[in-house]
């Protein structure tokens, strides 16, 4: 592979063996300014990367690699319009979503500009009219609550949004999203819900995902069994798609179609139409503005020198630990509540981008492309899982996500927040030496038999790197930022490892092999075409089904047809 081949990879392999030993504590001990030199603020962000296993040294030769893979010349790709998707054929424009218009490009013979600027207009129309409750349902009530049925980038994004940005909402409206398979999950989100005042987004892009449309089919059938008459559909069914003859193939009125394009890759379309479920709970104008804090961190990407470049030091650091420290995993820890669920948005935006196991080219690679990317929100995590991020035999890197001001100021809630999660990446860099430990357990009146027990299970090896994104507020416009700096941080890497980050084709067997699945259960014999495992549990299952719905039959249902 001529990346691991490469003079530059040789020297971070050199490099690595040479700092290995180096602590962090004694880096910081060195060096006044460590703070200074290895952090950047950058509007409402900074980003203090200090507490990383690095040197100067190692900084410059990460940025080596950068530079020898090309990264400047494959930014401007992108954001050019090139089809850098390579198995797909595509261009790869979520970042002309949240561009102003008046721009000159053009995908398809389509001017991209105007085509966002319609969409835009049609999604802030839409806002406007549900919002201030011009638009009614069928017994002419206003809409109260919007669900989204969506799943994969359909879902998360949006979902994470919503979630974020929740005390941003006007409160005319809830929101719902809907995305398991799982008759559960529409089930209890119909339960609170009243067919006259809820509108239902059935977003897709292909329009033809299993999920999704059996969701929306179910929700359709619900809202019939009340409205009884197929035409109100219209009032309470909207689509957010790229295939308009599947829409209306489903009953969704063409005039209550939102598109957007192939270029638009799934877990980065919160940006597109996919976002209306953001728009109508939050209102346009805060859609609008989580547009423009993304567009300042697309401006940032594409203009800053790399060395002072947050998503490129990012994916450098990424690659610094998962290829040259073989670190296979990499937590996320927001200390924001209401960022409960961006670890689980990043899982996809990571792992569904570069977890593949060959380059552009078809090779396969011989290096890791990605960790295992998860979290939970700060100080619970603190209380699971630290005691592995403190003590385990491997170090694990972590990204904590700090908001400075918060929504909820509660007592002294936010003052012990911050000071558990400065606590956590000082503990983790200083780790307690065993020096330290028996002072303390000496203080503590302890004697020598009972200190020489216990050491070792108090001793902390510290030098564990985090980086710290302290965010002046959670806003529209900073998770705006927040959410490209890391779709930017993932593309960096794509382009080091050589990886396509823009499909996904390791969700397709799966799926293949689940439409075979599906008539079998449904059916009369016992299955035995596949390895004896796989048999039996469909057959346990074929059973059980046979005993808890005697009268189901095989029937076919909507995606058989598509
Ligand atoms: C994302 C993936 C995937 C996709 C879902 C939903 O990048 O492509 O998560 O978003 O499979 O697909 P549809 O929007 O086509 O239903």
């Known amino acids: 592979m001529a990346l691991l081949r490469s003079a530059v990879w040789s020297a971070l392999v050199s490099h690595k063996q040479e700092i290995e030993k180096l602590h962090m504590r004694q880096l910081f001990q060195e060096d006044a300014n460590r703070f200074e030199r290895l952090s950047i603020r950058w509007g409402s962000l900074m980003l203090d990367y200090s507490k990383n296993r690095i040197t100067s040294r190692s900084m410059e030769l990460l940025l080596d690699l950068a530079r020898s893979v090309e990264l400047e010349k494959k930014r401007d790709e992108m954001f050019a319009g090139e089809a850098i998707n390579s198995t797909e054929n595509r261009a790869v424009l979520h970042t002309a979503l949240r561009r102003p218009s008046g721009y000159s490009l053009e995908v398809d013979g389509l ?4 085509e966002i600027a319609d969409v835009l207009a049609q999604m802030k129309d839409c806002c406007e009219r549900v919002i201030s409750g011009t638009w009614k349902g069928y017994t002419g009530k206003r809409m109260t609550d919007v669900v989204n049925i969506g799943i994969g980038g359909s879902d998360l994004g949006p979902c994470m949004v919503a979630e974020a940005l929740r005390p941003f909402a006007h409160g005319h409206l809830q929101v719902h999203f809907v995305s398991n398979i799982d008759g559960t999950h529409i089930s209890e989100t119909l339960k609170k819900l009243d067919p006259e005042t809820t509108l239902f987004i059935i977003a897709s892009k292909t ?41 209306v193939e489903f009953g969704i009125d063409e005039a209550n179609m939102f598109r957007f394009w192939d270029w638009v890759g799934g877990r980065y379309s919160l940006w597109s139409s996919i976002g209306l479920s953001i728009a109508l709970f939050l209102g346009f104008e805060c859609f609008q503005e989580l547009l423009n804090g993304a567009y300042a961190m697309d401006e940032h990407f594409r203009k800053e020198p790399l060395e002072g470049n947050i998503p490129v030091l990012l994916g450098l650091l990424g690659v610094w630990y998962n290829n040259f420290f073989d670190v296979q995993s990499h937590a996320v820890i927001p200390y924001d509540q209401y960022l409960h669920r961006f670890p689980a948005f ?6 569904e981008s570069n977890g593949k196991r060959v380059d552009k080219q078809g090779n396969t690679v011989e290096y890791a492309t990605g960790p295992v990317i998860w979290g939970e929100p700060g100080t619970n995590s603190q209380h699971a899982f630290f005691q592995l991020l403190h003590q385990s035999p491997n170090f694990i890197p972590a990204d904590f996500i700090v908001p400075l001001k918060s929504r909820n100021p509660l007592g002294e809630h936010h003052d012990i927040l911050l000071a558990n999660c400065f606590a956590q990446t000082e503990a983790l860099m200083k780790g307690k030496n065993e020096q330290e430990v028996r002072q303390e357990l000496e203080a503590a009146g ?3 038999s009972e200190v020489n027990t216990l050491m070792p ?4 090896p510290g030098n564990r790197p985090t980086n710290t994104i302290l965010l002046d507020e959670l806003n529209p416009y900073t998770l705006g930022a927040l959410i490209a700096m890391y779709e930017h941080k993932v593309f960096v ?3 080091i490892w050589g990886v396509n980050s823009f499909d996904q084709w390791g969700v397709e067997l799966g799926k293949q092999l689940a439409k075979a699945i599906y008539p079998e259960i449904q059916g009369i014999e016992r299955v035995s075409c596949h390895d004896s495992s796989t048999n039996a549990l469909i057959n346990a299952y074929r059973e059980a089904r046979m005993k808890n719905l005697p009268d189901a039959n095989p029937q076919l249902s909507f995606f058989d047809e598509i």
């Not at 001017?111 to 105007?114: E, G, P, R």
């Not at 359709?220 to 035409?231: G, I, P």
């Open 493 to 495: 890497q794509g382009i």
């Open 457 to 460: 299970h108090k001793v902390f």
């Open 446 to 448: 302890y004697n020598a």
């Open 111 to 114: 001017d991209l500009s105007s």
């Open 346 to 351: 990043l899982q996809q935006l990571d792992m």
């Open 207 to 247: 329009f033809t995902t299993q999920e999704t449309l059996t969701n929306a089919m179910s929700a359709r059938d619900w809202f019939l069994t009340h409205a009884a008459d197929k035409s109100h559909i219209a009032k309470h069914f909207v689509a957010v798609s790229t295939n308009r003859s599947k829409v």
